[in-house]
């Protein structure tokens, strides 16, 4: 991974030290040296528009609310292949915990899964990724 910036000359180099930094960083995650991920699939989001994020299980919490994981990951599913990806999305667990808790009063909680005995919330996906509205298409 690369990082591009213009330099003073007008000419394009490479900021090769803030790229390698990254570059190691996702190289650690996958490798095991920057702890632990938590993946999760929906396959509902093109319908719903929506990521169901579990938080509890037969009365007591799972998912996101339990997690001891350092990262938590989302792929959003293929609609016409569920066992391929259209996004994965990678949060600091500590940190979509707090982005959640700043809109938990707003979000839709349902039942679901096995024997809908899931507690999720429903976050819209312009939510789930909190970006200015232009940037992201639909």
């Known amino acids: 991974m690369s990082v591009w910036v213009q330099s003073e000359h007008g000419d394009w180099d490479i900021a090769l030290e803030l790229g390698v930094h990254h570059e190691k960083r996702v190289r650690a ?77 707003r979000l839709r909680k349902v039942s679901g899964g096995y024997r809908q005995a899931s507690r999720l919330l429903l976050v819209p996906l312009r939510e789930f990724i909190p970006l200015p509205r232009e940037t992201l298409v639909g």
């Open 29 to 105: 995650l996958f490798e095991g040296d920057d702890g632990t991920i938590e993946v999760k699939a929906d396959q509902m989001w093109h319908t719903t528009g929506n990521v169901a994020v579990e938080y509890r299980f037969r009365g007591k919490p799972s998912g996101l609310s339990s997690t001891k994981a350092k990262w938590w990951c989302v792929v959003l599913t293929n609609k016409d292949d569920p066992k391929q990806s259209d996004m994965i999305i990678l949060w600091e667990t500590k940190k979509l915990k707090k982005h959640l808790r700043v809109m938990m009063h």
